[in-house]
């Protein structure tokens, strides 16, 4: 990740995530529970689906998608993240990985879905488009689709709003704007579709565009 990010504060979080979330409310947790069922409805996954989990965290997604009789591939750079998803997720194949680099070499070379909660936010919008933009080309089979969820807003003026809001507990970050990330999107050859789910987090669906 980013190096404003370390693992070591991760790590350190690992313990305590899944309560924090649970809370479902406040920043950055609010809707955070609509958020993840949000991205396995858009997904459509079917029974015996493969999915890619990028920035698995305690896996809390995954475990939506184990549930619907689908294969899980997840990475995370967090070893304690990745240590709680292993104790949920028995069948998944971990690995401690920065998501900017190679996958595995025993992981499946092309995935029915590629997932992702509350990760991209790490990452500039230029250094998003670039990496949602590889995975897609190189990761996913034909028909493939990619949804993210993450701290998320319509415009600057609804991130200002919430900011001022939350008063506290904001801590800034590389968090979406609807309005320039889909248009990054676009001129990157990609189709996506926004929604807002809570007041602080949205959902991408992607696909390929096709020629």
Aim: aromatic letters at 12%.
């Amino acid at each position: 990740m980013n190096d404003l990010f370390p693992p070591s504060e991760f790590d350190d979080w690992a313990p305590s995530y899944d309560q924090n979330a649970s809370t479902d409310q406040g920043f950055p947790f609010d809707g955070y529970s609509t958020m993840l069922r949000t991205i396995v409805q858009r997904s459509s996954p079917k029974a015996g689906n493969t999915v890619l989990d990028l920035g698995i965290g305690t896996g809390n997604l995954a475990l939506f998608f184990v549930e619907l009789g689908c294969g899980i591939w997840g990475v995370d750079f967090s070893t304690e993240m990745l240590k709680l998803a292993g104790k949920k997720l028995p069948t998944a194949s971990l690995a401690v990985r920065d998501l900017r680099d190679e996958l595995p070499a025993h992981f499946p070379l092309r995935f029915n879905h590629i997932v992702s909660a509350y990760t991209f936010h790490h990452f500039p919008l230029e250094e998003k488009v670039e990496l949602i933009q590889r995975l897609m080309t190189k990761r996913l089979l034909p028909g493939g689709v990619m949804v993210i969820g993450d701290i998320a807003f319509n415009d600057a003026a609804a991130e200002d709003a919430f900011r001022r809001e939350a008063g506290d507990e904001w801590e800034q970050e590389y968090y979406w704007l609807a309005n320039e990330s889909l248009s990054a999107l676009a001129d990157a050859g990609l189709d996506a579709v926004y929604e807002q789910v809570s007041s602080c987090a949205g959902v991408y669906t992607l696909r390929l565009r096709e020629e």
